[in-house]
């Protein structure tokens, strides 16, 4: 990887923390205002054994000022497959989505997504049912699950306006707290990163990266093992441009300091190229790299303005060959015999 692929994939990342539980939940749609200063409500549906939970406040991105200016930017393009076959436009219909991935009962990694929001109920599960989704009953609620290669995926409306969509064993279990019962606010560690995410955030990860299992579901070839990361903590604020603030916690001083050094000679590195790419140092100059000795925390945090992120979207898209709409596209059946073949830091969030 190049030095400058490293700096745009850096600043990408203030986009992704914004996105991030957006694309899980487009990912899975195939088949989110409340913010940091209070806990979402779906929290109630999350099980307590949770890895990790991510909350977006879809509404308050997608009408964000810099959600409009990308927009602009974008490839004019008709109204979206996935919106034509759904009836979901994601810009107005979605208020929030809530993420976790907490371990199925054979102990792998099983993803869950909460969205809130208005939809055709009838309409996704007609079109789930075309696509090869079967119709159950539980505890009152109707079930569309399905089967991916090993695994059984499932939806349900646990209550109106609310969406659970991914393995079938956690959908169950968020019909299963509807009354109540232990959820994640029982989770004492996940609760203390969550309540260090900053208050301003309108969309948020935190994760657990010390318990059993957690590794499943790492990227493949990082391991946080070999950086003795135990967990972390992302937050990114969008409106003008993006505030993006990650805290990664590790067991001892040794392990702070191996990774500060690592990020710390990343960075240098990457000034030492950025020179002659005003785009680029004006990401490396916003980065703030920080650490609680005390607490073994490393922080890092980074303030792109609305020109930055405009670039960083121009490069995406002409790495994408100039793609428009980005919006996921859903599956077809099979056609049918009729059917023809188809400060340096910049410590002030953005305004």
């Given at each position: 990887?190049?030095?400058?692929?490293?700096?745009?994939?850096?600043?990408?990342?203030?986009?992704?923390?914004?996105?991030?539980?957006?694309?899980?939940?487009?990912?899975?749609?195939?088949?989110?205002?409340?913010?940091?200063?209070?806990?979402?409500?779906?929290?109630?549906?999350?099980?307590?054994?949770?890895?990790?939970?991510?909350?977006?406040?879809?509404?308050?991105?997608?009408?964000?000022?810099?959600?409009?200016?990308?927009?602009e930017r974008q490839p004019?393009?008709?109204?979206?497959?996935?919106?034509?076959?759904?009836?979901?436009?994601?810009?107005?219909?979605?208020?929030e989505a809530l993420v976790?991935?907490?371990?199925?009962?054979?102990?792998?990694?099983?993803?869950?997504?909460?969205?809130?929001?208005?939809?055709?109920?009838?309409?996704?599960?007609?079109?789930a049912v075309e696509n090869?989704?079967?119709?159950?009953?539980?505890?009152?609620?109707?079930?569309?699950?399905?089967?991916?290669?090993?695994?059984?995926?499932?939806?349900?409306?646990?209550?109106?306006?609310?969406?659970?969509?991914?393995?079938?064993?956690?959908?169950?279990?968020?019909?299963?707290?509807?009354?109540?019962?232990?959820?994640?606010?029982?989770?004492?560690?996940?609760?203390?990163?969550?309540?260090?995410?900053?208050?301003?955030?309108?969309?948020?990860?935190?994760?657990?990266?010390?318990?059993?299992?957690?590794?499943?579901?790492?990227?493949?070839?990082?391991?946080?093992?070999?950086?003795?990361?135990?967990?972390?903590?992302?937050?990114?604020?969008?409106?003008?441009?993006?505030?993006?603030?990650?805290?990664?916690?590790?067991?001892?001083?040794?392990?702070?300091?191996?990774?500060?050094?690592?990020?710390?000679?990343?960075?240098?590195?990457?000034?030492?190229?950025?020179?002659?790419?005003?785009?680029?140092?004006?990401?490396?100059?916003?980065?703030?790299?920080?650490?609680?000795?005390?607490?073994?925390?490393?922080?890092?945090?980074?303030?792109?303005?609305?020109?930055?992120?405009?670039?960083?979207?121009?490069?995406?898209?002409?790495?994408?060959?100039?793609?428009?709409?980005?919006?996921?596209?859903?599956?077809?059946?099979?056609?049918?015999?009729?059917?023809?073949?188809?400060?340096?830091?910049?410590?002030?969030?953005?305004?």
């Open positions: 990887m190049t030095t400058r692929t490293c700096c745009v994939c850096l600043g990408a990342g203030g986009i992704l923390a914004a996105g991030l539980v957006g694309g899980l939940a487009a990912y899975l749609q195939g088949g989110p205002a409340a913010a940091a200063q209070g806990r979402p409500d779906q929290f109630r549906y999350i099980p307590a054994d949770a890895h990790l939970v991510a909350f977006a406040d879809v509404r308050a991105v997608m009408t964000s000022d810099l959600r409009e200016r990308l927009q004019e393009d008709d109204r979206s497959d996935f919106e034509s076959r759904t009836g979901i436009r994601m810009a107005s219909d979605i208020d976790c991935l907490a371990p199925d009962p054979s102990d792998a990694a099983s993803l869950l997504v909460m969205l809130s929001g208005r939809f055709d109920q009838q309409r996704l599960e007609a079109l090869g989704g079967t119709v159950s009953e539980y505890d009152g609620h109707k079930i569309i699950a399905t089967t991916i290669g090993d695994s059984r995926l499932a939806m349900a409306f646990v209550e109106p306006g609310v969406l659970a969509v991914g393995s079938e064993a956690l959908v169950l279990g968020a019909i299963g707290l509807v009354d109540g019962g232990d959820n994640v606010t029982a989770n004492a560690r996940l609760m203390t990163l969550f309540s260090k995410v900053d208050p301003g955030s309108n969309a948020w990860a935190v994760g657990d990266l010390d318990r059993a299992g957690s590794g499943a579901w790492m990227p493949e070839g990082l391991d946080p093992r070999a950086l003795r990361v135990t967990a972390f903590s992302v937050a990114g604020r969008v409106n003008g441009g993006v505030r993006l603030t990650l805290q990664v916690e590790t067991p001892d001083e040794a392990a702070s300091q191996n990774l500060r050094d690592i990020l710390q000679g990343f960075l240098a590195l990457a000034r030492m190229q950025a020179d002659a790419q005003p785009e680029i140092a004006a990401i490396l100059d916003s980065v703030q790299l920080r650490a609680a000795p005390e607490e073994y925390v490393v922080s890092l945090s980074m303030t792109l303005p609305t020109a930055t992120v405009e670039w960083l979207w121009d490069q995406a898209l002409e790495g994408a060959g100039g793609a428009g709409s980005v919006e996921p596209s859903l599956p077809r059946p099979s056609p049918g015999p009729e059917d023809p073949a188809p400060d340096r830091g910049g410590t002030t969030p953005p305004g």
